[in-house]
């Protein structure tokens, strides 16, 4: 499968935006899709997942209550809803997929075979 992430720019602190992440080529709902974040100097960071079909979503503890995943398999794309925004949440926002993908390993990025190019999300204080 081939992601593309979309959706980036720069937003004031206590803004929204809200990525995109548009899959073709194979079978989109086959794929658990997550969104992972990285900023310069640092390891890349989970952001939040969900399961094949949407029913089941994680996000890791600083994006709780503030962003929001969902899919549309019909569109074959992953949105990120992202709310007030912080200048901490500035980076490179990527998507990945995987098929294979076991539950206790879907926050570590190692184990997504699929990723987009990024969007850059830039928070401005």
């Known amino acids: 499968v081939q992601l593309q992430a979309s959706g980036g720019g720069l937003v004031q602190a206590g803004g929204s935006l809200r990525l995109s992440c548009a899959a073709s080529?194979?079978?989109?709902?086959?794929?658990?899709i997550a969104w992972f974040r990285q900023s310069p100097g640092k390891e890349r960071e989970f952001v939040a997942t969900?399961?094949?079909?949407?029913?089941?979503?994680y996000y890791a503890d600083s994006m709780k209550g503030r962003f929001t995943i969902s899919r549309d398999n019909a569109k074959n794309t992953v949105y990120l809803q992202m709310t007030n925004l912080k200048p901490e949440d500035t980076a490179v926002y990527y998507c990945?997929?995987?098929?294979?993908?076991?539950?206790?390993?879907?926050?570590?990025?190692?184990?997504?075979?699929?990723w987009g190019q990024g969007t850059q999300v830039t928070v401005s204080s």
């Open positions: 990945a997929g995987d098929r294979e993908i076991i539950q206790s390993r879907m926050t570590l990025a190692s184990d997504y075979d699929y």
């Open positions: 969900i399961a094949r079909r949407g029913g089941n979503t």
């Open positions: 080529g194979r079978t989109f709902s086959d794929y658990r």
